[in-house]
């Protein structure tokens, strides 16, 4: 992109944000759904001890095919870099990899990490999705580096980042670069630039903002965008969140009302007690990461057990397991549906956590999704 003469910081400047209301402000009545509710999957791409990261990955792919089948409304690859236990370092790829052996389902990122990238490259590749998977596609977008503060070093030094400072300029950068229109680059002589993601669009990516603050509900409020609240991980301030975006949601051109959706952690299993032991390794993984441990290849069930807890990891993974759906397919549907109609959502994003036993691959996460969908899933 020119330099000369650039505006900096203003954002680009597109047609596609041109009109955008932003005195449509209104409350909003949020009606409680007692029905099941749609359900989605997030995915880490998780590596147990003695799997390689291409089993990881096959498995997988192996899993969204099966979520497609099952009738899932979205699968979410999520970003996260340089951790021993997960693979999903590359949402893109993935999600390019999962639109190629998937026919209905929606594909996207949970999410992309956006301090860690160029908007513009984030715009070319995701414009690319939306080509190779038309209407099929969602970016998911975060404010977090998604790592520790020496790999965001390391991105900084060996690629295109962009300032975290500058992330709601970016956001909108994103839309607008995304769109058939394009953006405009204004300089100061006067003279326009324009930039497209893509040469000849025919569609967008759905942009999500994703988040466990009141920073990212209110800025996805602001913008008129969809909102996720992040509760497989953070677990505390769901409903606070919920209610400044739904509060302070503006009507954007689009003219749609607030969609949000929240995520979960769940493991199902023919019996409680099978289901409570496939939870023990990434209780234990949750454990080290709070604790600043090292961190390692997701354990099997029977390396977990067989590893006396002390008390601070007991504890961490009692109060972990308390925001947690473990059960049989039956009950986590229940309680899935009563947290979906407690929070007035539609729809629940699961992450699948079932951990393994020895000689499996991922028979555990795909039984969690097998058990819960019938009848809870609606196909978009």
């Known amino acids: 992109m020119p330099s000369p003469g650039l505006h900096d910081p203003a954002p680009l400047r597109g047609s596609a944000l041109a009109g955008r209301n932003i005195g449509c402000r209104r409350r909003v009545a949020v009606k409680v759904n007692d029905a099941i509710p749609s359900l989605s999957v997030l ?36 970003e996260h870099h340089n951790m021993p236990s997960v693979a999903s370092t590359t949402p893109p790829v993935l999600i390019a990899a999962a639109a190629a052996r998937t026919s209905r389902i929606r594909v996207g990122s949970g999410g992309v990490m956006l301090p860690n990238h160029s908007p513009l490259i984030v715009a070319e590749q995701f414009a690319a999705l939306e080509a190779l998977a038309p209407g099929r596609i969602d970016l998911g977008i975060g404010r977090a580096p998604g790592s520790d503060p020496v790999i965001t ?8 980042t962009s300032d975290v400072s500058r992330f709601p300029d970016h956001v909108t950068d994103i839309m607008a670069l995304t769109s058939p229109e394009g953006a405009t680059v204004h300089f100061t002589s006067g003279t326009e630039y ?99 441990r090292p961190l390692t ?59 393994a036993y020895e000689g499996e691959t991922s028979e555990g996460r795909a039984q969690t999704l097998e058990l819960i969908a019938a009848p809870a899933t609606v196909a978009a």
């Open 43 to 78: 995915d880490l791409v998780p590596v147990r001890h003695g799997q390689t990261s291409a089993q990881a990955v096959s498995a997988a792919l192996d899993l969204v095919e099966r979520a497609d089948r099952l009738g899932y409304r979205r699968y979410w690859f999520a």
């Open 153 to 160: 070093q390391l991105l900084n030094r060996s690629g295109t």
């Open 194 to 292: 324009q930039v497209k993601a893509t040469p000849a669009a025919s569609g967008m990516p759905q942009v999500w903002l994703l988040g466990s603050s009141d920073y990212s509900a209110q800025l996805a409020a602001s913008f008129g965008l969809p909102y996720v609240f992040a509760n497989h991980f953070a677990g505390e301030g769901l409903e606070h969140a919920l209610r400044l975006y739904r509060d302070q949601f503006v009507t954007n051109e689009s003219g749609e009302g607030p969609r949000t959706f929240v995520t979960a952690n769940v493991v199902a299993a023919p019996t409680s007690e099978e289901a409570e032991e496939r939870a023990i390794p990434q209780l234990r993984m949750m454990a080290r990461l709070r604790t600043n």
């Open 297 to 355: 290849p997701l354990e099997t069930i029977e390396a977990a057990k067989a590893d006396p807890f002390d008390a601070m990891t007991e504890s961490i993974m009692a109060s972990t397991r308390q925001k947690w759906f473990v059960g049989t397919g039956d009950d986590v549907r229940s309680q899935l549906s009563a947290f979906a109609a407690q929070h007035g959502v539609d729809e629940i994003m699961v992450s699948p956590v079932a951990g």
